[in-house]
């Protein structure tokens, strides 16, 4: 099992240190007064690539409420398991990071629990933790949830009865000018994106649901991931925004399934013919089916 360590002197002020491929952080600079200033004020939220979730109090994303160092360790170790430069699996050295960040064994511990708590971190008893390492079958699992809370997002965010504030139709368009062919960054903006529109939908918990279930798509991409998306697909992330603003729910769902599907097929766990059958077909049911069951 690969360990995470961290060089002595690391810096963890804003911009100039990202871990390495070693999972190791750059020696560091004497942070200038303005940096400490920034570091008191970092967030959880600043883990998000998107400047528009940056944005967003934590608890607007459903996401905890970590704040200054426990942030900032937070927020570095996220990014290095999403950018692939530390691996699901890896073992986490408390001890090394306490001591390179010269903070207290309950502060790591804290950031370790938090990070457990979304599923991004296996946290046993009397053990190190480790970045979570989902089985095929629950890499399957979470990416059929994720389909069907997007279903339910999608379907009510383009309700001919929903009328989305201009403001919030910025946010989503702001993001969407952020997408990329490279690789990696448009995982993490694909993954992002869905995220944005459950908190637009204004759901508490579907929120919740889209957040956690996300972090797992994340660490599945990483670990089953076996070609690239064809080139065209992150401009279907545009279609699919622009039907939900045309309140055409029918296309921004046949938007949303195809992109769904091709990332399927790009994993190496594969699915039968069948199975895909099944999937879309859960696209036409599921949205009436949240309605029948809400008493719509």
Request: aromatic letters at 8%.
């Amino acid at each position: 099992m690969q360990s995470l360590h961290f060089k002595n002197n690391a810096d963890f002020s804003d911009g100039d240190n990202e871990m390495l491929a070693s999972a190791e952080i750059a020696p560091s600079k004497k942070p200038c007064p303005q940096a400490v200033t920034r570091k008191i004020k970092s967030s959880i939220s600043d883990r998000h690539v998107s400047p528009v979730l940056r944005a967003l109090p934590a608890a607007r994303l459903q996401m905890g409420t970590l704040t200054g160092v426990k942030a900032k360790i937070y927020n570095q170790l996220w990014r290095s398991i999403a950018e692939g430069r530390v691996k699901p699996g890896t073992k986490l050295q408390e001890r090394l990071i306490r001591e390179q960040m010269d903070v207290s064994r309950m502060l790591v511990i804290s950031v370790f629990q938090q990070m457990a708590a979304e599923g991004i971190v296996v946290f046993p008893m009397n053990k190190s933790p480790y970045v979570a390492r989902p089985s095929p079958r629950e890499a399957q699992d979470v990416l059929t949830a994720l389909d069907l809370n997007m279903a339910h997002v999608i379907w009510e965010l383009s309700a001919q009865s929903r009328q989305i504030p201009e403001e919030q139709r910025d946010w989503i368009d702001r993001h969407l000018r952020m997408m990329t062919d490279d690789l990696p960054t448009a995982h993490l903006l694909e993954s992002e994106l869905l995220i944005l529109l459950a908190v637009v939908c204004g759901n508490v918990l579907l929120t919740e649901q889209v957040t956690r279930a996300v972090v797992l798509r994340t660490l599945s991409l990483k670990l089953y991931s076996e070609f690239p998306p064809k080139s065209w697909s992150f401009a279907s992330w545009r279609s699919l925004v622009d039907a939900i603003f045309a309140h055409q729910p029918e296309v921004a769902l046949r938007e949303y399934e195809a992109r769904s599907l091709e990332l399927r097929r790009s994993m190496r766990f594969g699915m039968s013919y069948q199975e895909y059958q099944d999937i879309a077909r859960s696209f036409e049911t599921v949205p009436r089916g949240f309605g029948r069951l809400g008493g719509a």
